[in-house]
């Protein structure tokens, strides 16, 4: 803690007293029950966060005006009295662990869940949707304007009524009051439109309705898209003029970033730098030093933390996805275990894309259970085990860390010199250079348990097995896919060669660092032929073109990658060839052909084949005939089942702990029915 005095150092707003400078932002879920109540789940995920150390926990966007305020395929409800009960009792499981509590009021506008809106049309300043392609909204009358406001108000007595210490007002990101804000919606020509004192004219009555309603002595935030990011979006100093109009009765301002359509710098995506947003905090500190600033934007670590509160850029850090990653991330951090913390990725699939994309509760790549972490510590085993892991990919690394961590003797074997597998290879990219603080977490979380073994440079094979074990997990991995193309593989045996599978590119990247005059063609859209053309284009290549056979780049790929990736595709001008298909592989150009069936060629000085990847499981014959001949458990999980992203092998590496309860259950049936 003597190392970040300034993060551990209290901050009191008001009559409010924060014991650290970390809080948790507002972030949707979908764990809400459909009635808009909570559920254990959803109380225990906010817990685990609160017991970790976090000063302040502000809880997800909760609607205030039912239906036509409502977001998100479930959502938290505070539109009536009812829903007190509910938030009392959050607040009093997160005040049980010195955490602070606000709560995020929010009306949806144009960006309201059609599925709940009975029919209604969505509304906004304007007729403009919130994002492309999104439903068209009807502007809002004045009557219905001034009803809007009374529900701040209401909603902002009822957090208060319900034991919160803070209420937030969610005044960016394209919500309703940044729709009437933001010139990219806001095409009234009222009271309420045209100039910056026009259109802050609905959130100073906002936030007038929610000070009215709490008494002077309670904190109001307000979370703001400092710089919209968008061509004809408010910029940084826009912003700082509005908040002329709006900032008096505010104490706290949040300061974000973006809009719906470029949500990859709203939810970040994975190249942008630790703090990347500070530079727009400072701003606002400079021109409102009275107020509280908040900053955000893929902080992970303390040292970066602390350099922007002792710089001055911000008061408070915002750490949203790091703490879905790391719960303990505050008290690790205090207790000097920073080689333990799991940081998060940046890599915005479970938490994300479930969510916005797929209406799913919201997971995590890193973190395999979000609700109750670290429960089967809590659980050891009382009847000596063993367990082999074949392959120490994260997958790997991670059914080995929790097996060993409930008491289970634990042998790891791994036949190349590092750990991590997969992705410590794709982490060689430097956009994807995040992805090795997971390998690293796992490592140094392996290298601090006793019971777990690892051999490396050894690959295994079963006289390896020198004492029967009870468990054997295979996690080998995967290998790129090579289809039986015309002369792809003879291309790929070359000693001269210009074309490369991904594998070649990762395994000698100090090969592959020579940029100028490069054409560059990559067979594969999906994400690691994105990532290939990221690395040429973003690194000064003359021509970059990328060729898949579906009618879509990054068809599988996250909202914030995606919108990421498409970004640098238009920048850079990469030629983009969809409804192709690779035909035939020559020594210096791919022969294609399109959906006409016309064949075509593209010349390269360097080509890549991109085409997914497949299991590789090569033992596992082996490992089933040893198991059954011994009364062996096998498991083969991760990519070696089916190749997939980190998130499935971690999850599935982590169900080892139902397999353990079940073997443990096991031994002692059959040592109770041998008496």
């Known amino acids: 803690m003597e190392k970040y005095q300034t993060l551990f150092k209290p901050l009191t707003i008001k009559r409010l007293t924060l014991k650290n400078r970390v809080i948790m932002p507002p972030m949707g879920t979908n764990f809400a029950n459909q009635d808009g109540t909570f559920n254990e789940q959803h109380y225990s995920y906010y817990e685990q966060r609160a017991k970790g150390g976090t000063g302040l926990i502000t809880l997800e966007n909760v609607c205030i005006d039912y239906p036509l305020g409502t977001n998100g395929t479930t959502q938290l409800r505070m539109d009536n009295d009812q829903f007190i009960p509910g938030l009392w009792q959050f607040n009093e499981r997160m005040h049980a662990y010195g955490a602070a509590t606000s ?131 408010n910029t940084l100093d826009d912003t700082l003029n509005l908040l002329t109009y709006i900032a008096e009765d505010v104490d706290i301002l949040n300061v974000s970033a973006a809009l719906n359509d470029n949500l990859q710098y709203q939810i970040d995506k994975m190249n942008l730098k630790d703090g990347w947003r500070s530079y727009m905090a400072k701003a606002v500190k400079t021109h409102f030093p009275e107020k509280v600033i908040v900053t955000s934007g893929n902080i992970r670590s303390p040292q970066r933390a602390e350099e922007i509160l002792q710089n001055g850029d911000a008061d408070l850090i915002a750490m949203g996805r790091g703490l879905i990653a790391e719960p303990n991330w505050v008290n690790k951090v205090a207790q000097g275990q920073e080689a333990l913390l799991r940081k998060c990725i940046s890599c915005n699939i479970g938490c994300a894309d479930h969510r916005i994309a797929k209406s799913r509760p919201i997971r995590c790549t890193v973190n395999p259970d979000i609700y109750y972490e670290d429960a089967h510590k809590k659980e050891p085993i009382t009847t000596p085990l063993n367990m082999v892991v074949i392959g120490g990919g994260t997958a790997g690394l991670e059914a080995a860390a929790s097996a060993a961590e409930m008491g289970v003797d634990v042998t790891l074997y791994e036949e190349k010199g590092y750990l991590g597998g997969l992705a410590h290879e794709i982490a060689r990219f430097p956009d994807k250079r995040r992805i090795d603080d997971f390998v690293t977490y796992l490592t140094n979380r392996a290298a601090q348990l006793p019971n777990l073994t690892i051999h490396l440079n050894h690959r295994f094979v079963p006289t390896d097995l020198k004492q029967r074990p009870d468990l054997i997990v295979n996690t080998t991995g995967a290998t790129p896919l090579l289809p039986p193309i015309k002369g792809l593989h003879e291309e790929l045996v070359r000693t001269d060669r210009h074309v490369f599978s991904i594998f070649d590119l990762l395994g000698n990247m100090e090969n592959f ?121 096998l498991l083969n999980i991760g990519d070696s089942k089916v190749a997939r992203r980190i998130m499935e092998g971690t999850r599935e590496a982590r169900d080892i702990v139902k397999v353990i309860k079940n073997l443990e259950a096991q031994h002692v049936s059959t040592f109770a029915a041998s008496y």
């Open 103 to 233: 709560i995020q009021i929010n009306h949806a506008g144009a960006s309201a869940y059609p599925l709940r809106l009975q029919g209604k049309q969505v509304v906004s300043a304007s007729d403009v949707p919130s994002k492309t392609g999104g439903l068209k909204p009807r502007p809002l009358e004045k009557t219905e304007i001034e009803a809007i406001i009374q529900k701040y108000g209401e909603g902002a007595a009822r957090a208060q009524q319900a034991g919160f210490d803070c209420v937030e007002i969610h005044a960016g990101h394209s919500y309703l009051i940044s729709q009437f804000l933001s010139p990219v919606y806001n095409k009234r020509t009222d009271e309420f439109g045209g100039s910056p004192e026009n259109r802050a004219r609905f959130a100073r009555m906002a936030i007038q309705a929610v000070r009215k309603a709490v008494g002077p002595f309670f904190p109001i935030s307000l979370r703001i898209s400092a710089d919209e990011l968008l061509p004809e979006g």
């Open 513 to 633: 660092q020579d940029f100028s005059n490069k054409k560059v063609v990559v067979i594969g859209g999906g994400a690691v032929g994105l990532d290939v053309v990221e690395y040429y284009a973003e690194n000064g290549a003359e021509k970059v073109d990328i060729v898949e056979m579906v009618d879509q780049l990054g068809k599988d790929l996250d909202t914030i990658t995606k919108l990421g990736m498409m970004e640098i595709v238009t920048d850079y001008q990469v030629g983009v060839h969809t409804s192709t298909k690779l035909m035939e592989v020559q020594k210096d150009r791919f022969i294609v052909e399109d959906s006409t069936g016309k064949i075509g060629e593209l010349p390269f000085d360097l080509g890549f084949i991109c085409l997914g990847m497949r299991a590789n499981a090569p033992l596992i014959p082996e490992h089933a005939s040893y198991a059954q001949q011994n009364d062996v458990t």
